[in-house]
């Protein structure tokens, strides 16, 4: 029997009939544990305070982040990505917050940690666009450009204070050439050589960052185009992907992830180690919008980006739903 016949001779419809054989036959299972929540801590600030691009998410006090960290628990949420937003007058042209022991993100490392302990892994972001006055992720050099190799002294100084306050990963996001290999010899040499490296392999200059930008009170003008990568690049991340792992890299990760799922399945099918991405502020902000204009189903469209950036090839993933979405999926829902 052939398709051409009176019947079909395949009926792939069979395996849809019903919820109960959906689920059965499901290639990709999305859990709790996948996720990880990025959260942002602000200092010197008393209430939340909302970040208006990016609906339902706040820049956390010191309380309502660990009160943030318990409930990621309680949902099974299996990480949490710290994210340092200092009072402006203390940003300054080489991000000296960033590496001061007691500067906004090493406090809550050490508050999380006080509060969770190790049920959830603590990561902080090492990169020092939210601690420089200019914006930009690095030092600048005399002519106003990215100093690669001036940046990575301090980004080791910044993945050591991080490791001190207690950290369990470091995901270094800016970009600069050598940053894995400087930052683990930098924690080893102070015998933090359990802390892990979560690199940011394939980072992408992307427009979807513009609601960080915001929610970290950036103050950059201009872009990050000499040291984030091109959008139409997929070989070069392969060349990111394999420097990262050659420098030491735990993890390694893509970002943005949902206009990049491609790089992903790439990355995904040539290593060993778990792989990671991260749906971005403005991938959440674009579905919270288009919800709230009644133009979509909320729930159903944050489920399917989830899903499709599993199926792509993401073990983890970081999301601004995360805990919100292990709480359904945990509830069955
Ligand atoms: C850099 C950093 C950024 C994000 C995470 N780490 C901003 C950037 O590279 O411009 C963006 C995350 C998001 O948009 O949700 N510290």
């Known amino acids: 029997m052939n398709s051409y016949g009176s019947f079909p001779g395949a009926r792939p419809r069979r395996l849809r009939t019903t919820p109960a054989m959906r689920r059965m036959v499901a290639e990709t299972r999305l859990r709790p544990a996948d996720l990880i929540l990025p959260a942002f801590v602000r200092e010197g600030i008393a ?8 609906p339902g998410v706040v820049q956390h006090t010191r309380d309502t982040l660990r009160k943030a960290a318990v409930e990621a628990v309680e949902a099974g949420v299996s990480g949490i990505m710290l994210f340092g937003v200092p009072e402006d007058a203390k940003k300054d042209a080489a991000g000296t917050v960033g590496t001061d022991p007691d500067g906004i993100l090493q406090v809550a490392i050490r508050d999380v940690k006080a509060e969770v302990g190790d049920e959830l892994v603590i990561m902080s972001d090492v990169c020092l666009d939210e601690y420089t006055d200019h ?10 450009r990215v100093d690669n190799d001036a940046t990575l002294e301090r980004y080791a100084e910044m993945a050591q204070v991080q490791a001190d306050a207690g950290v369990h990963v470091v995901g270094p996001s800016g970009m600069m050439d050598g940053q894995v290999g400087v930052i683990r010899d930098a924690l080893d040499t102070i015998g933090k050589e359990d802390v892990s490296i979560l690199a940011y392999t394939a980072k992408y200059s992307s427009a979807f960052y513009g609601p960080f930008r915001e929610a970290v009170g950036s103050s950059l003008k201009g872009d990050r185009k000499t040291y984030q990568q091109d959008p139409a690049n997929v070989r070069e991340s392969l060349r990111e ?3 990262d ?17 491609d790089v992903l399945a790439k990355v995904a099918e040539s290593v060993d180690v778990p792989v ?31 899903t499709g950036i599993r199926r792509a090839g993401a073990q983890m993933i970081l999301t601004y739903w995360a805990t919100e979405v292990a709480r359904n999926l945990s509830a069955g829902r």
């Open 241 to 243: 992907l394999a420097l």
């Open 47 to 54: 209430e939340p305070v909302p970040i208006q691009a990016m």
């Open 135 to 144: 914006g930009h992720c690095g030092v600048l050099d005399a002519d106003g």
């Open 245 to 261: 792992l050659e420098e030491g890299a735990d993890m390694v990760m893509v970002k943005p992830a949902g206009p990049y799922l």
């Open 276 to 306: 990671a991405a991260y749906q971005i502020s403005g991938e959440y902000s674009m579905v919270e919008a288009a919800a709230e204009k009644g133009w979509i189903d909320r729930d159903k469209a944050i489920l399917e980006t989830l």
